[in-house]
């Protein structure tokens, strides 16, 4: 099939350089998911449990022990980030995203050379990574939803419950940024290598929410950290990585805020009597579907701000978004 293109006029930029059409597609997919909500807020609100209702039962909730759930998703998101950048270069091996490809019938022998590569072929071998761990999270979603709605209902059993939604963030999050990993790597940007980390971690932030700031502002702060660090993110002679450079404390700070609200969202589905136990499952996969949305697009936009320049895609998503938002 013959690719079109053609250019597109920015106000205040000037003529883009010549844009592919799959590419045009992308900008245009990435404005959509910003717009809408994510897979976990349309399984609550479709289930009859919208956001805001859902995000008042820690606070409205008889039982103390309740109240203190945020308190432990927060922490359990901070410590997860810890682990994602002591063990990302365990997380995704190279060789197997290689071979992926070259299972595809394209022919590299680089990660490097995947960045030169069309979107539209990139995209099918991120998305060979989207049900990789569907059947586990569906399935301990659902256990820990049963046992967190016996606790509520069990004398002194509620003291189980930060423990059980603790695991569940715990779960959740390794496989998360196994997950991103996946996804990095098979963009270009290999878990492999440390200098990658920043993005990485950045392209764990929603930024379907109220506005379209978060893909920008994290990769800010990943860029920062970048620059900061260089080549010495990581102390690679003892094995461990470095957690003193401001950017990239700033960085994990941002992630955990942001990150932080929308697990609690998921977790407080599972204080709900019966509907936790019933949907527990369905809301951990639609959290991986919408962290596979989230590196996604984070990916593709680096990879297209290379291309065509930050600007331009920048002020192309930005219009689009904003079209979006008028339509709606």
């Not at 098979?186 to 978060?214: F, Q, R």
């Not at 700033?250 to 204080?271: A, V």
């Amino acid at each position: 099939m013959r690719t079109q293109c053609k250019f597109i006029e920015i106000e205040g930029v000037g003529k883009l350089k010549s844009l592919e059409e799959y590419d045009e597609f992308i900008i245009d997919e990435i404005a959509r998911h910003i717009v809408e909500p994510n897979p976990v807020q349309l399984l609550l609100e479709l289930a009859g449990k919208p956001i805001a209702k859902v995000m008042e039962i820690a606070s409205n909730s008889k039982f103390p022990i309740i109240k203190e759930v945020n308190t432990v998703i927060m922490s359990g998101v901070g410590k997860a980030l810890e682990t994602t950048i002591k063990a990302a270069t365990n997380l995704c091996s190279e060789k197997e995203v290689i071979k992926e490809y070259n299972s595809r019938n394209i022919d590299i022998s680089r990660i490097e050379e995947i960045k030169y590569l069309g979107l539209e072929q990139i995209d099918k071998v991120a998305d060979s990574y989207d049900l990789s761990n569907a059947i586990f999270l569906g399935l301990e979603g659902a256990l820990l939803g049963v046992a967190t709605t016996l606790a509520e209902g069990i004398p002194f059993a509620q003291l189980l419950i930060p423990t059980l939604v603790m695991t569940d963030v715990s779960s959740s999050m390794v496989l998360l940024s196994r997950h991103v990993c996946q996804i990095a790597t098979s963009y270009g940007y290999s878990s492999e290598k440390l200098i990658n980390l920043p993005h990485i971690l950045a392209a764990m932030v929603p930024i379907n929410d109220t506005s379209d700031e978060g893909y920008f502002a994290a990769k800010v702060f990943a860029v920062d950290a970048i620059r900061a660090g260089g080549e010495y993110i990581a102390k690679q002679a003892a094995g461990t990585f470095t957690m003193d450079i401001p950017a990239l404390v700033k960085l994990i700070g941002y992630i955990t805020e942001r990150l932080g609200l929308q697990i609690t969202q998921k977790e407080l589905g599972l204080l709900v009597p019966i509907a936790g136990a019933i949907l527990n499952g369905g809301v951990n996969v639609a959290f991986q579907q919408t962290g596979h949305i989230i590196a996604k697009d984070y990916f593709r936009l680096l990879i297209l701000e290379n291309r065509y320049g930050s600007e331009e895609i920048q002020q192309l998503i930005y219009d689009k978004t904003h079209e979006k938002r008028k339509k709606a």
